[in-house]
């Protein structure tokens, strides 16, 4: 028997609809790449996306075309987010820091019609222009004034095409349709063979957005002023372009400003009590606050994801600025979140060290999450907080299968297999041990990275560090140690190793310890343990360890 209830649909566009009518004059703040700052209102989003609707069905666009970004996070990207999806077509968020070759690849395999570009991508599109067979055309974000020179043929203004519209225009007779349709395409940055696309429907957006301001993720408020430092071309800044127009809260989009000296500028002109990034990020804006003698900020939280949380971190945060390091976990397959921990007050109420520890954890899934561990031979891993496998998640914003891709073999029985290699403990709690091919495997057992960066991070001469796997002529692999010093400190091998003896098993120590000046990092600020490995495969032999 069903039940008596209207069957209407989840649509992306309901999403802002919802703001323009609840918060019409809340703030939507960008750091823009033409150099000033634009302030405009969730009204305002509204009435110029429904401009851009208009102007993409001038150019021809219609249901289910793929319409590229390569964009910064800026107000004419969330811009983009809601028109091309409320018309019915498929925004790709293209991550312009991919390679030449992946970008081609990919704006191929999506059958992009056309490419909506930031000022500062149009170099990597002149060079592959000639092998992009089904783009129309190019847009290019910004106002007439700015509007560069350029080889691309048939190219836009975008400020113009919505001029041409007009005010007449303020106004969408936005389709409904099929809340089960495409509204977003985001590849995964490929770190092993051709990016792989992830196809969002407009139910799990949705319903990822309700998730998302719920206390259970990012708990977003109206009096929250969040600012996501994740790239809206990657994974969809983790939710926050859907997420925070049904929040009602003030958005700030940084643009390109990712050192610390920017971050810092919106973060103290705009009072920013909420921030979305890598643990890179949050590591970049600590070393600009330490050299400039700044202790008071505006943040509460810094929501934390992408890369495993170091205890040094999450101490240094709540202890120098009196900041929350609030652990997220999720992948661009996940929607992308999927897990937490928030400062309720039962964690908040913990002793420090206990709450610490819990803060390197990825926390519990959010509802609608299934989330189990599995052993080498599918068999499900008790959740005793030490018993470790492959972890799998399933739910309703979670990735069934590549875009165009029969090769169903990363979906296991209806399970998505993550990679990850992890543990969760009686009350729910998931952490992530490593991620399947950074374990190393050393004379036949497993050594975790992560936990050994993780009591490195505590070391006080320690900026960051990573832990790789390198050739060993009778175990294998041995572990690695690659640090970076904070500025202006000093450390030996033997200090590190000592530091780590007696906090880890003896054999898990590194048989070495390099110090390097910087440690390479994926366009998302993840660091590139590939390339480390390739570049330090043969060292123990070279060194004559």
């Not at 709450?355 to 080498?376: K, N, P, S």
């Not at 057992?445 to 990573?466: D, G, P, R, T, Y």
């Not at 003896?501 to 600020?525: H, Q």
Request: charge should be negative.
């Amino acid at each position: 028997m069903h039940g008596n209830m209207m069957n209407t649909q989840l649509l992306v566009i309901d999403l802002l609809d919802y703001a323009r009518q609840q918060f019409p004059h809340q703030e939507i703040v960008s750091q823009r790449l033409e150099g000033d700052i634009h302030r405009y209102t969730y009204r305002d989003a509204w009435q110029r996306s429904c401009r851009l609707a208009h102007a993409l069905e001038q150019l021809g666009v219609g249901m289910n075309d793929c319409i590229a970004s390569m964009a910064w996070n800026t107000y004419r990207h969330l811009e983009l987010y809601y028109a091309v999806s409320g018309i019915g077509a498929v925004l790709h968020t293209v991550n312009p820091r991919l390679f030449a070759d992946q970008v081609e690849y990919i704006i191929n395999h999506a059958e992009d019609k056309y490419v909506f570009v930031d000022l500062g991508f149009l170099a990597m599109l002149e060079e592959i222009q000639p092998r992009l067979p089904t783009v129309k055309g190019f847009i290019v974000l910004t106002d007439a004034e700015h509007m560069p020179e350029t080889s691309l043929t048939n190219v836009y203004c975008y400020e113009t095409l919505l001029a041409a519209v007009g005010e007449e225009g303020d106004t969408y007779p936005w389709p409904r349709f099929d809340e089960n349709q495409a509204a977003s395409l985001c590849y995964t940055s490929g770190t092993t063979g051709n990016p792989k696309g992830v196809l969002y429907s407009h139910r799990a957006m949705v319903l990822h957005a309700q998730a998302t301001v719920s206390p259970a993720l990012l708990d977003l408020r109206a009096d929250t002023v969040l600012m996501p430092m994740v790239a809206m071309y990657h994974a969809g800044a983790w939710g926050a372009p859907y997420a925070a127009p049904l929040a009602g809260c003030k958005l700030v989009l940084p643009g390109s400003g990712m050192s610390g000296a920017a971050m810092w500028q919106l973060i103290e002109q705009e009072q920013v009590n909420v921030g979305l990034g890598v643990p890179t990020i949050w590591l970049t804006l600590h070393n600009y606050l330490q050299e400039h003698g700044i202790s008071k900020v505006p943040l509460e939280r810094v929501c934390v994801g992408g890369a495993a949380s170091p205890i040094g971190m999450v101490r240094t945060y709540q202890e120098q600025y009196g900041v929350y390091w609030q652990p997220i976990w999720g992948m661009t397959e996940t929607g992308p979140l999927a897990t937490s921990l928030p400062p309720t007050p039962a964690i908040m109420g913990l002793p420090l060290e206990q709450r610490y520890a819990l803060q390197t954890t990825a926390g519990r899934a959010a509802f609608g999450v299934e989330m189990d561990i599995f052993a080498a031979d599918d068999r499900v891993v008790a959740h005793d907080g030490e018993s470790s496998g492959e972890l799998r998640v399933r739910g309703p914003w979670i990735c069934s299968q590549y875009y165009k891709n029969d090769d169903l073999s990363s979906f296991p029985n209806g399970w998505l297999a993550t990679g990850d290699i992890a543990v969760i403990d009686p009350e729910g709690y998931m952490r992530v041990v490593d991620r399947k091919k950074d374990v190393i495997k050393s004379g036949g057992e497993w050594i975790s990275s992560l936990e050994i960066e993780n009591i490195v991070s505590l070391h006080s001469a320690v900026n960051e560090c990573a832990v790789v796997g390198v050739k060993h002529p009778k175990w294998d692999e041995r572990p690695l140690l690659l640090v970076v010093l904070n500025k202006g400190m000093q450390a030996s091998e033997t200090d590190i190793l000592q530091y780590l003896s007696g906090k880890i098993a003896k054999w898990w120590t590194p048989d070495a310890v390099e110090f390097v000046r910087e440690l390479p990092k994926t366009g998302t600020g993840k660091v590139r343990k590939n390339e480390l490995r390739d570049a330090y495969i043969n060292y123990l032999e070279e060194r004559g360890v």
